[in-house]
């Protein structure tokens, strides 16, 4: 009781604080891939309203998260972005630090694209076989050992005669957290690995794969610029640099918007981002902010964010998560968190 009493006190000092102090704008963090969507939302708000237009920064699921849990106050990001859920150690993170009343949003889907450059060779790649270019070490033969694979064709003889280089983001990234469960872990089932050695596998570490940051247009200009090199991105941005670089097939899937919101393509996730009720009516804004990013019109079947490559919600879940931003419906902790 003692421990609920004081983050009490501290809640309420810290947004008496935030009251004599508010910021103007919205300052909104987290997932690379939601950035674009959040983007066009936050100038679209700033044109149709009197608010200041938010100030979206893109620092990776996992850092945008860490950034919105470190405390209430004007001081703390008000809206957190993220390319998968929030984890559970996360939810605890932020209310052992007093963020205890957060509002969770689902905004729609992405696949995660394994890609090259236009003109370089054409992948059909599976879960298995990416998991034998990536993973540290792998099961072959029975027994775990140093994975010895340099080459796409020593993954597979009908791959590219091509050295293994994939740029890709780095462990903040929710991208990142999707790329490795979706597909290497899957891949690493499909190799014979049961579910709990699955989830152990790492990342090599020896250059074949190679953290490019939390910018997925600096690796779209590394692809273009080395037809060798392959990256891991969003599709929002193969959809919007569709002339510069290609997705390899993944099962004998295409990328595509319909395959992805068909839930056919295999490497496909759900996009979030998270608000702190605490701030509502503190921070101008945030309720339109809200009721603007859950609007048919940003995205709905045919949303302005839709023609920048998000998947939209199916109708009931679109229903579901409108109601909870014009609510403000706040989590409660038994939600199926990582």
Partial sequence: MKTRIILSVATAAALATTAASARDEIRI???STVFPFATAVAEQFGKKTDFATPVV???GSGGGIKLFCEGVGAEHPDVANSSRRMKAKEFKLCNDNGVTDIIEIKVGYDGIVIGNAIDAPNLDLTRKNIYQALAKDVFSYGRM???PNKTWN???????VQGIEVLGPPPTSGTRDAFEELAIQKGARDAGLDKAAAKKVEVRDDGAYIEA????NLIVSKLEADPQKVGVF???????????????MVEGVEPTFDNIASGEYPVSRSLWFYVKKAHVGVIPGIEEYLEEFMSDSAVGEDGYTVDKGLIPLPEDEFAKFQSAARNLVIMTGEEPLH
């Fill in 29 to 31: 963090v987290g997932s």
């Fill in 57 to 59: 920064e893109s620092t």
């Fill in 145 to 147: 050992t140093e994975n």
């Fill in 154 to 160: 020593q993954v597979n003889p009908s791959l590219p």
């Fill in 213 to 216: 940051g939390e910018n997925d």
């Fill in 234 to 248: 969003g599709f929002s941005f193969l959809d919007q640099n569709a002339d510069r670089i290609k997705g390899a």
